[in-house]
């Protein structure tokens, strides 16, 4: 890892030493990195035992009673800065697109006619580019569930091409275009943070 050897060497970067859960899922691995707390969560979907029900950790609610439970041991991560598409925000001021947050609140925000026109106008390549790949990234899942196809699967597998397009394509655009714009915004800090939140 040569890259990495240099930024040891010459950028000042350190190694650290990160415990990523038994079994190493999503929800444990950011429990550890944004609020250093091991096994925060058993795995993605668990039985929770006040109420004897296996929940997920995409739901709003079990990620955000998690997340408040770790936010009382202190400060996370990500404190002051921004997270796009994890579990938890890590305690950014601005975040996007987490389960924690996800909630009709923030769902009735993104859809707001006025705030859509803005991301059009704002990042209408984006959104061509994002739409061609949604299209590719329909077509491949597609080709993958016809060369898998097992009758007695049909509809889990035929759910997998939604969640498959959501997950490896739109969550990836929605983060590379959240750190743009705070790219951007890091470079002309005076514009306002109605501006900022606008162009998300």
């Given at each position: 890892?040569?890259?990495?050897?240099?930024?040891l060497?010459?950028?000042h970067?350190?190694?650290?030493?990160?415990?990523?859960g038994?079994?190493?899922?999503?929800?444990?691995v950011?429990?550890?990195?944004f609020?250093?707390?091991?096994c925060?969560?058993?795995?993605?979907?668990f039985?929770?035992?006040?109420t004897k029900?296996i929940?997920?950790?995409?739901?709003c609610?079990?990620?955000?009673?998690?997340?408040?439970?770790?936010e009382?041991?202190?400060?996370?991560?990500?404190?002051?800065?921004?997270?796009?598409?994890?579990?938890?925000d890590g305690?950014?001021?601005?975040?996007?697109?987490?389960?924690?947050?996800?909630?009709w609140d923030?769902?009735i925000?993104?859809a707001?006619?006025?705030?859509?026109t803005?991301?059009?106008?704002?990042?209408?390549?984006?959104?061509?580019?994002?739409l061609?790949?949604?299209?590719?990234?329909f077509?491949?899942?597609?080709a993958?569930?016809?060369?898998?196809?097992?009758s007695r699967?049909?509809?889990?597998?035929?759910?997998?091409i939604?969640?498959?397009?959501?997950?490896?394509?739109?969550?990836?655009?929605?983060?590379?275009n959240?750190a743009v714009?705070?790219?951007?915004?890091a470079?002309?800090p005076?514009?306002?943070?109605?501006l900022?939140?606008?162009m998300c």
């Open positions: 890892m040569p890259f990495l050897r240099r930024l060497a010459k950028e970067y350190r190694l650290h030493s990160l415990y990523s038994l079994p190493a899922s999503t929800p444990a950011q429990g550890e990195l609020y250093g707390c091991k925060a969560v058993p795995a993605f979907g039985r929770r035992h006040e029900k929940v997920r950790m995409f739901a609610d079990v990620a955000s009673g998690v997340q408040s439970r770790l009382a041991r202190g400060a996370g991560l990500l404190a002051g800065g921004s997270s796009y598409c994890n579990i938890y305690g950014a001021r601005e975040f996007h697109f987490c389960s924690s947050s996800l909630g923030e769902m925000k993104a707001h006619p006025g705030r859509l803005l991301v059009l106008i704002f990042h209408a390549w984006s959104a061509m580019r994002t061609g790949l949604l299209a590719v990234e077509v491949l899942a597609a993958s569930f016809l060369r898998g196809f097992n699967e049909v509809w889990p597998e035929l759910m997998m939604p969640a498959r397009i959501v997950v490896v394509l739109l969550m990836r655009e929605l983060a590379i959240g714009i705070d790219a951007r915004i470079d002309y005076s514009q306002s943070l109605e900022r939140r606008a």
